[in-house]
């Protein structure tokens, strides 16, 4: 999968985490949860949910490279490398 | 013959709509299986039975309106025939449309001090049929109230509507149904203006390190598969169940002037709708389930929280609250009790701060844990034992 087609991934899970989002609204160098209101439920939700549907794992110690939406296409991109 | 009859899911909730029958005439049911989807200003309810039986005859039919104790259908209990069974009288249902006018609580209320006599019969067909005791005059000796009493209130007064209105600019009634979120809003007026007007809360905080806890998290999230990592909501929602076994004067409902403590800790958990609004469904025995269990169960709550689709025993039996005010970045929150429970355990965010721990300053992840609860069922002392317990318990997270 292209960064494209990621990022597409990536926001569609969002949406439907969050399905008042919407994709226009959505700046990939702000940190996510500024932009989008995620508690602890759903950020682990939304994570699972990528995990499920690329077969990457997550550990919990990554968390903290996940902060933009760019961040989260680049680590996604890198773990399927 | 069994009498299924609407039951009141949440304080804040008055009247329900029959949405849909999940069981015809002729199907047997048991305890715990769902007969019937009703609407409540805030979700669509799945309501179950607790007896067993079969169904006999709807009486209420999906789209009308009726109120909390209204009955909604017959069944035969087990080994009834349907040829010999008595039917029982049902009072036509009125209604619950038409909003009455609120009577002034102030001009209700009996004098200070004053004790009513009110038989247990009496008080339990007043809460079935949803009359206010407070406006029941007694005939019976010395002023008691008798059931004919509740009977003729029932009759006199339409149902039960504290709430007025919804007014519109030139003082025209809104139409209600057209808005959900506003109706939401009302529920929830309703709920904790009562709270506010009837609980005497006081109010407690205690900063708790997590630093063991947040450690303990860490190891073990690490070991487990992604789908069944644990929150750190799901470690204080724990520690709150057990602190209630050291503190019962924090678990259950106080009712008709007294306090009932529960063996049992079903922990209402506050959830945030996106589209505005708030609703506390429970968590049946948390303090026997394991922390997984824990998990599941509050994933799947907050996904049907956010669907819409919960269940009545969810929705009628919390015995105290937890609110996790804090993921939305708030230092403390300090709730309002819902009645009627006594008591609402509030979490901060998790941030790091110094904490000085053996003679040493250090980093610590730490929670403002607070405490709202209701002085006619315990004192602050107790308030502060149960806080204590409650931040004992998260220094073992091993033991949960």
């Not at chain 2, 009545?312 to 929150?333: A, F, Q, R, Y």
């Amino acid at each position: 999968m292209d960064a494209l087609e990621l990022r597409k991934t990536v926001v569609e899970e969002l949406m439907r985490i969050a399905p008042e989002l919407e994709e226009g609204e959505l700046a990939g160098s702000r940190p996510l949860r500024e932009q989008v209101d995620l508690d602890s439920m759903d950020w682990l939700n939304f994570l699972v949910a990528l995990h499920e549907r690329l077969k990457v794992e997550i550990p919990e110690a990554d968390y903290a490279k996940l902060v933009r939406l760019d961040d989260i296409v680049a680590y996604l991109k890198s773990k399927q490398a | 013959m069994i009498e299924f009859k609407l039951p009141a899911l949440g304080s804040d909730m008055e009247e329900g709509k029959l949405l849909e029958w999940k069981a015809k005439p002729g199907d047997k049911v048991k305890r715990g299986d769902v007969v019937a989807v009703v609407d409540t200003s805030k979700a669509a309810v799945e309501v179950e039975i607790w007896e067993e039986g079969t169904m006999h005859e709807w009486i209420v039919q999906p789209g009308e309106t009726v109120p909390i104790g209204a009955v909604l259908a017959l069944l035969l209990a087990p080994g009834e025939n349907p040829e010999t069974a008595v039917r029982p009288e049902i009072a036509p249902v009125r209604p619950a449309a038409a909003p009455a006018p609120v009577a002034a609580p102030a001009a209700a209320a009996p004098a200070p001090g004053a004790r009513r006599r009110i038989s247990p019969a009496a008080r339990k067909h007043a809460e079935d049929l949803g009359v206010n005791l407070d406006a029941v005059e007694g005939t019976g000796p010395g002023g008691a109230v008798t059931v004919e009493d509740i009977e003729r209130a029932a009759k006199a007064a339409p149902p039960r509507r504290s709430a007025p209105p919804l007014l519109g600019e030139e003082g025209k009634a809104v139409q209600p149904t057209l808005d959900r979120a506003a109706e939401m809003r009302r529920a929830i007026a309703l709920a904790m203006s009562r709270s506010k007007r009837e609980i005497p809360h006081y109010y407690l905080s205690e900063t708790i390190s997590l630093a063991r806890a947040a450690a303990w998290l860490e190891a073990e999230n690490a070991r487990r598969p992604m789908t069944g990592r644990l929150l750190m909501a799901v470690l204080t929602l724990k520690a709150v169940a057990l602190a209630c076994k050291a503190c019962p004067d924090m678990n259950g409902h106080f009712r008709d002037g007294r306090f009932a403590p529960s063996a049992a800790v079903h922990a209402g958990v506050a959830i945030s709708l996106r589209q505005g609004g708030l609703i506390a469904p429970g968590i049946h025995d948390v303090q026997a389930k394991s922390l997984s269990e824990l998990m599941r169960n509050l994933a799947d709550l907050v996904k049907r929280a956010r669907a819409g689709s919960l269940r009545s025993s969810e929705m009628s039996d919390p015995t105290i609250t937890v609110t996790n005010l804090g993921e939305g970045g708030v230092e403390s929150v300090f709730g309002v009790i819902y009645p009627p429970q006594v008591a609402i355990v509030g979490f901060g965010t998790i941030a790091r701060r110094p904490w000085v721990e053996d003679g040493e300053v250090r980093i610590a992840p730490a929670v403002v844990a607070s405490l709202s609860a209701d002085h006619r069922a315990s004192d602050g002392h107790r308030g502060a034992l149960f806080l204590a317990e409650i931040a004992r318990l998260l220094q073992q997270p091993e033991k949960l």
